[in-house]
């Protein structure tokens, strides 16, 4: 059984960091693509960052370029989001999910496998 867990969200002021990590279990995710991301209440699960199995590319969301960064320690299993100047629009459920194919895509349905999320709440 795959899992994906996620961990590092919680409670910062704005302009603060936060370090979310993702760690999976069930198989082995070298090969595969890795992305977060993040659900405000009342909107749609939309992409914020993604990453290839070897970590040499990675795509981000305009609106978090700069300031977030995602990085993978396929040894570990673990792939992690690290955020930076933090705005209160950065407020959601953040989710790690993973797909059976190498190539980083921001769509939702192209991914296979969840976590059950992390909140990050950021206050002004």
């Known amino acids: 059984q795959v899992q994906l867990g996620e961990s590092g969200g919680g409670l910062v002021q704005a302009g603060g960091s936060l370090r979310l990590s993702c760690a999976a279990a069930?198989?082995?995710?070298?090969?595969?693509?890795m992305g977060w991301f993040r659900q405000a209440p009342g909107k749609e699960r939309e992409f914020v960052a993604g990453?290839?199995?070897?970590?040499?590319?990675?795509r981000y969301a305009d609106s978090v370029k700069g300031r977030f960064t995602i990085s993978r320690d396929n040894a570990k299993n673990t792939v992690y989001l690290q955020m930076i100047s933090l705005k209160p629009e950065d407020t959601a459920v953040y989710y790690c999910?993973?797909?059976?194919?190498?190539?980083?895509?921001?769509?939702?349905?192209?991914?296979?496998?969840w976590g059950q999320g992390t909140q990050v709440t950021v206050s002004s």
């Open positions: 999910a993973a797909r059976t194919i190498a190539a980083v895509s921001p769509r939702v349905g192209a991914y296979d496998y």
């Open positions: 069930g198989r082995t995710f070298s090969s595969d693509a």
């Open positions: 990453i290839t199995w070897r970590g040499a590319n990675t």
